[in-house]
């Protein structure tokens, strides 16, 4: 038998291969976005800074639409945590604790690990504080989704709760929310709200997809709400576009004063409710595809490395920068992103990233396990080495 042949045959009948699946495009999307859309430049004493070819290359924003996967993956988030939570029962709480410990774990690995090699990197091999002042920011970058999705999480059994009495509906008032918060701050007004406003867009606007999951985990999502959410969204994404000119970029751009995704906009949940929808009218078209042996065996392994790829991809990357900045600029990987060679250069690269990633997975997903044997001292010691990291990513 088969690798692929036996991974199908020991999964179980009840699995919903099709929100596995989902959930696993949705994973890979986050480091090809910042694989192909992150670039580095040289600084005058040889560090490396971030460099964004959307800054020159404009014309990639469509690229950002696609590899904007989040909503998927809040969608799948919540419809996989209303099952689970339906499933426990015992104390709300020990549900909570499983969960939240299984996306901790990685989170404190990589940043207690990171911390130890600023000390290596700097003082043993003489790599310049620029460099890694850059390196903490990219592996940073990607953990401010653990944390909103944590509470988010912990706020399942309110979101059941809603899903029963609304359904669908439930989603609605977040998106309100969002709205609201776009209007104050980018209306006539504008210039006179707080700073502090667009904050608010934090918790609903990432929740807004989580809930249409919970909601579609108790059947209260049907077809009919699936094409209101694709074609409403989508005609809300090209209103906020095209007549209140919204930026194009789902992503950050350096130098742009507006920014779609931190905090999330309006068109972030445009984009959700149109994946949303779509997702939901793909399910049982993906779902036959994947009973495939060889299809299905790819989206087991990438879910069961869910967060290894999450908290390490931005590291496979800076494993090949690093030390290639020493060798001055290298096309695609160090340089001013500005061109379509670059481009081209770059999705050349991205396949030795992958494979950087893999190597590094084979340790580092031991994080991703329960540390049974564990001690206290070792997990302090983590522990104080995280804080550290943290505070010098985020100086």
Known sequence: ?????????????????????????????????????????????????????????????????????????????????ALSYARHTGPVRDWLKGRLARLGRPVLG????????????????????????????????????????????????????AARRLGVWAAAPLLAVVAVVDALRYGPYGEAMPGWLSLVNILPGWMFAYQLGVSWAQGRVTRRHAWGLLLGGGALFAVLLLVLHYPASMVGVPGEARTNSHPPSLLVLALAAAQ????????????????????????VVVNLSAMTILCWHQTAMLAAAIPASYGGELTGLIGAPDTAGWVLARLAWMPVFAVLLVLIGRYARRFETPWANTGTALRATAGVLAAGFAVFALA
């Open 276 to 299: 949303s929808g779509a997702a939901v009218l793909l399910r049982e078209r993906l779902g036959r595809l994947l009973r495939r042996p060889a299809l299905w065996a790819p989206v």
């Open 110 to 161: 990589v940043t207690a690990v990171w911390a130890a090699l600023l000390a290596l990197l700097h003082y043993g091999l003489g790599v310049p504080e620029g460099t890694l002042r850059t390196a903490s920011t990219l592996v940073v970058q990607p953990l401010w989704f653990v944390g909103v999705y944590t509470v988010i999480t912990a706020l399942t059994p309110y979101c059941v709760r």
């Open 1 to 81: 038998m088969t690798l692929a042949a036996s991974i199908d045959a020991r999964t179980p009948a009840h699995r919903d291969r099709a929100v596995d699946g989902l959930r696993a495009l949705a994973l890979l999307a986050v480091p090809t976005g910042h694989w192909l859309l992150g670039g580095f430049a040289l600084t005058p004493d040889g560090a490396i800074r971030n460099a964004s070819p959307l800054t020159a290359l404009g014309g990639l924003a469509p690229v950002s639409w696609v590899l904007q996967m989040l909503g998927i993956f809040f969608l799948v988030g919540g419809f996989a945590s």
